[in-house]
DNA sequence: TATTTTTAAATAGTAATACTATCATTGTAA
DNA sequence: TTACAATGATAGTATTACTATTTAAAAATA
């Protein structure tokens, strides 16, 4: 038996579905390997269609420009990483055990998943690393996030914040303190590996580390016996 | 009497230093008002040369290009910023307080402050809130960090974590949490301006509700009593 | 089977961007 | 007076981010 998974994408993020041609896969396939390498800023639709052999014109028929290719593959890992938060919490009865479980997903250097095969989700959590934040850092935020482009971003913020809020349901930011562990997750990773002296983990690439630290800083705001 | 307030800036940043000419002078000004007004992504040297009366050529005199640019004036925030906090806490002796007041300084609005002539502080308050990590989520943050250009930030993040060991000499994350506390004073912001799925704060614009979220998160943190 | 229609690929072209180079002019310091 | 630094004006280039047109292949219909 073998499984494959398929996360179905909003349409509003495409001009041609991507995952339904070759050519499609190719390119989402190879964005990866190529933004990966070169940086999103450097990264232009002439040199994946170069890679690919197809032409400019030809991406332009699936995706508006570059920065809609980028909300999608970012949507994509974020779906996907909802689905493995799903898929390894579920048995799991203590809303504690589950934070950390998930803590540790998002804090921890990905393996390439079999499940599916265009794309690379090492790469990927890298590129999310990096540039993920340039999905709706822009002026277009708000028009973005009315055709619903950040939803799995937010779907995954909403299922962590209920865990937070079972753990403690008189806790009053279970949203906020959502996209500060998704958010930190990704930051202090980057800090490490690029400006230490922001962390406490010197520079020993150490995805514990930073773990340690986001379990801190969860559990002692969701179990602040007393205070000063 | 009347006080200006220089903020000797680092030598790598420009080709010249700006500081130092009318034009140089005009060019820090408009660019934060165009960068305010376009975003980053579609600001360029044309449309301020245009703006300022000089030519594109004049700009890359005093810049080499439009992310240099970005870097300068997102440094000059955080000397500001730095500068504003030690003016802000330097009478006072409890940490606690400190903190507190820091929390304040960096999740509030800013007014414009007449102390400096050439920057209008509230327009760069919400550039670096939108486009501030852009300076270092680059493919080369590493040499821009040999070259120390993110030196202010760093020595901010250094600042706020010698407050939090003094609030508690033995928690382990001091540059952690000092970095997430900048970091979430922006974004927390930011989502609730424009992803409020992603806050407590529902669309009110209530700087006050941030700042709660950020006292609860580093106090309970610093002060874990007890423990599951 | 031939013909039409749809779909996709290839080619070409454009406006804007991100620069670099050159040379003339003006104002200031030696 | 001269020199020299700063600006201004003009031009030019490679690349980027697209659009439009034409051409060819595949699918549907007569």
Same mark, same amino acid.
């Given at each position: 038996?073998?499984?494959?998974?398929?996360?179905?994408?909003?349409?509003?993020?495409?001009?041609?579905?991507?995952?339904?041609?070759?050519?499609?896969?190719?390119?989402?396939?190879?964005?990866?390997?190529?933004?990966?390498?070169?940086?999103?800023?450097?990264?232009?639709? !002439?040199?994946?269609?170069?890679?690919?052999?197809?032409?400019?014109?030809?991406?332009? @028929?699936?995706?508006?420009?570059?920065?809609?290719?980028?909300?999608?593959?970012?949507?994509?890992?974020?779906?996907? %990483?909802?689905?493995?938060?799903?898929?390894?919490?579920?048995?799991?009865?203590?809303?504690?055990?589950?934070?950390?479980?998930?803590?540790?997903?998002?804090?921890?250097?990905?393996?390439?998943?079999?499940?599916?095969?265009?794309?690379?989700?090492?790469?990927?959590?890298?590129?999310? @690393?990096?540039?993920?934040? !340039?999905?709706?850092?822009?002026?277009?935020?708000?028009?973005?996030?009315?055709? @619903?482009?950040?939803?799995?971003?937010?779907?995954?913020?909403?299922?962590?914040?209920?865990?937070?809020?079972?753990?403690?349901?008189?806790?009053?930011?279970?949203?906020?303190?959502?996209?500060?562990?998704?958010?930190?997750?990704?930051?202090?990773?980057?800090?490490?590996?690029?400006?230490?002296?922001?962390?406490?983990?010197?520079?020993?690439?150490?995805?514990?580390?930073?773990?340690?630290?986001?379990?801190?800083?969860?559990?002692?705001? %969701?179990?602040?016996?007393? @205070? !000063?």
């Amino acid at each position: 038996m073998e499984l494959t998974l398929q996360i179905r994408m909003n349409e509003k993020l495409f001009l041609r579905n991507p995952e339904e041609t070759e050519l499609g896969r190719e390119i989402l396939l190879h964005s990866i390997v190529l933004i990966h390498k070169t940086g999103f800023e450097l990264f232009t639709f !002439k040199k994946l269609a170069e890679k690919i052999g197809t032409t400019e014109a030809g991406i332009y @028929r699936y995706f508006e420009n570059k920065h809609r290719l980028l909300v999608y593959i970012v949507s994509w890992y974020w779906s996907w %990483l909802e689905y493995k938060v799903m898929v390894h919490t579920n048995n799991i009865k203590s809303p504690e055990i589950k934070l950390k479980k998930i803590i540790q997903i998002l804090a921890t250097e990905v393996k390439d998943d079999v499940q599916t095969t265009h794309v690379d989700e090492r790469l990927l959590h890298e590129i999310v @690393r990096m540039e993920g934040a !340039k999905a709706y850092l822009t002026r277009h935020v708000t028009e973005d996030n009315k055709q @619903r482009l950040f939803k799995p971003y937010k779907d995954l913020c909403g299922t962590i914040a209920a865990i937070i809020q079972e753990c403690n349901p008189k806790y009053k930011y279970p949203r906020s303190l959502s996209s500060t562990i998704i958010e930190m997750a990704h930051y202090q990773n980057f800090f490490m590996r690029n400006l230490p002296s922001l962390t406490d983990f010197g520079n020993i690439k150490d995805d514990g580390k930073v773990i340690g630290f986001l379990e801190n800083l969860v559990f002692a705001s %969701l179990y602040p016996l007393k @205070r !000063k």
